[in-house]
């Protein structure tokens, strides 16, 4: 009985075991991934820049509130991915318009426009 008992348990862990190098054999290469496959949800907003990291490549902008994520008018922090001419040439007290993608917990930055020049 209790060979009998260790067998089935053997037997049960060696198929749960090559299932999963199984899966894992397969070549997963030329698949979408979940983001790939949807289409990411541009957001526009219109705020004031406050301040500008280029070395972190962050913007802090006092945005309007932004219906489209439920946001209310607050303070936050954009991430950016390089600094071109939209960025470098915008200051503190800059009215922007901005548009961005929401990445998981970070706002990346996709356009920035200074409204008063």
């Not at 894992?24 to 991934?33: D, F, K, L, S, V």
């Not at 004031?48 to 490549?57: H, T, Y």
């Amino acid at each position: 009985m209790r060979n009998s008992i260790k067998a089935v348990v053997f037997g049960a862990l060696s198929v749960m075991f090559s299932a999963g190098l199984h899966a894992e054999a397969h070549q997963h290469g030329e698949m979408n991934t979940a983001d790939d496959a949807m289409p990411q949800k541009v957001i526009e907003g219109t705020g004031i820049v406050k301040d500008i990291d280029l070395s972190s490549k962050k913007i802090t902008i006092s945005h309007e509130a932004i219906p489209a994520v439920g946001w209310p008018a607050m303070t936050m922090r954009f991430t950016f991915i390089n600094p071109d001419v939209s960025i470098t040439a915008l200051k503190a007290g800059s009215h922007v318009d901005f548009s961005f993608v929401q990445q998981g917990n970070v706002s990346l930055l996709k356009s920035i426009k200074d409204t008063q020049s």
